[in-house]
């Protein structure tokens, strides 16, 4: 047998611990989406404070120094700290979740040999799963688009993505005039946790909304979405925090509660109603990672509890 010998290169030179140590954040980020690498921040910066460090990477080095048992009993003081502050079992499991990220990364790069072990506290995750149901819904798209105007065009194109395909509202605020395809009615949207974009198809009164308010829009290239602000000539990105006082704001019209993520409830409990609880196809409509997240939707959206009770009372 003829042949150049295959030629295999020599493994990359070893960071020493030191330069390990001092990078352990630009490590922690990287390949991670902008919002992700946001939300990380805000969850570390609170233990920095805990900490008392003097930056983000002081507190990941400090963490990491000390050894296996006093690693969880600082763990534990943060944890009681945030719930003696009165912060929602949601936001303290989030940051313990950031924490022990951060850990295991430390575990990986050899800094530590063990990780973080202190558990999450107890919560009713999606206690309301219903959202402001459709007649709500009907009343939203009704009040965005009564003023007319290129505004009234975009909020109502939002509103659409939120509820007719269940778009999160940074999923929409993240695309740009590139992502959407005129001649298949698709959005290429990124979704949570993921580093590709992902094609969905828009029916038919969430397209033409769309193409309505793109009409309006112009064709320059740029943010599907812009600030309709005229003090910023409507140039910038719309942002999370104003799509969430628009669906707010709108919601007070109507005299019901209503926000982002709650359009996104209503169309995904709408969804198991229509299909008598078809949690597989669903789950290709919502996009959730977790079958068990759907069955809390499906347990909400059918009061079995309820349904017994009325039995038993019989």
């Known amino acids: 047998?003829?042949?150049?010998?295959?030629?295999?290169?020599?493994?990359?030179?070893?960071?020493?611990?030191s330069d390990l140590q001092a990078h352990l954040l630009d490590a922690f980020f990287a390949g991670r989406n902008a919002r992700t690498v946001a939300a990380y921040r805000r969850d570390l910066e609170d233990w920095r404070t805990f900490a008392g460090?003097?930056?983000?990477?002081?507190?990941?080095?400090?963490?990491?120094?000390?050894?296996h048992g006093q690693a969880n009993a600082w763990a534990l003081a943060y944890k009681a700290a945030m719930i003696e502050r009165g912060l929602q079992p949601a936001t303290v499991n989030r940051r313990l979740a950031a924490l022990r990220s951060l850990v295991k990364l430390g575990n990986t790069l050899g800094l530590v040999s063990w990780r973080l072990e202190v558990e999450n506290v107890p919560s009713a995750a999606y206690r309301d799963t219903r959202g402001p149901g459709r007649d709500g819904v009907r009343t939203l798209f009704e009040l965005a688009a009564q003023p007319g105007g290129s505004k009234a065009l975009r909020d109502v194109a939002v509103l659409r993505l939120l509820h007719d395909v269940a778009l999160r509202r940074g999923e929409v605020v993240g695309l740009d005039l590139a992502h959407y395809d005129p001649r298949r009615g698709t959005v290429a949207i990124l979704g949570k946790g993921r580093t590709e974009r992902q094609l969905?198809?828009?029916?038919?009164?969430?397209?033409?909304?769309?193409?309505?308010?793109?009409?309006?829009?112009g064709s320059v290239a740029g943010p599907l979405f812009t600030n309709q602000d005229r003090a910023r000539k409507g140039s910038g990105r719309l942002t999370d925090s104003a799509v969430y006082r628009l669906v707010r704001d709108l919601g007070k019209k109507?005299?019901?509660?209503?926000?982002?993520?709650?359009?996104?409830?209503?169309?995904?409990?709408?969804?198991?109603?229509?299909?008598?609880?078809?949690?597989?196809?669903?789950?290709?409509?919502?996009?959730?990672?977790?079958?068990?997240?759907?069955?809390?939707?499906?347990?909400?959206?059918?009061?079995?509890?309820?349904?017994?009770?009325?039995?038993?009372?019989e």
């Open 1 to 17: 047998m003829t042949g150049s010998a295959v030629v295999i290169p020599a493994p990359p030179a070893a960071l020493a611990l």
């Open 53 to 67: 460090a003097a930056d983000m990477d002081a507190a990941a080095r400090a963490i990491l120094a000390v050894s």
């Open 200 to 217: 969905v198809t828009l029916p038919p009164a969430a397209r033409a909304a769309v193409e309505a308010w793109i009409a309006a829009r």
């Open 254 to 313: 109507a005299g019901i509660k209503a926000r982002p993520h709650g359009l996104r409830h209503s169309a995904i409990t709408d969804a198991l109603d229509r299909t008598n609880g078809n949690i597989r196809a669903v789950r290709k409509f919502s996009r959730h990672k977790d079958f068990n997240v759907l069955v809390v939707y499906d347990d909400n959206r059918t009061d079995l509890a309820g349904d017994i009770a009325r039995l038993v009372s």
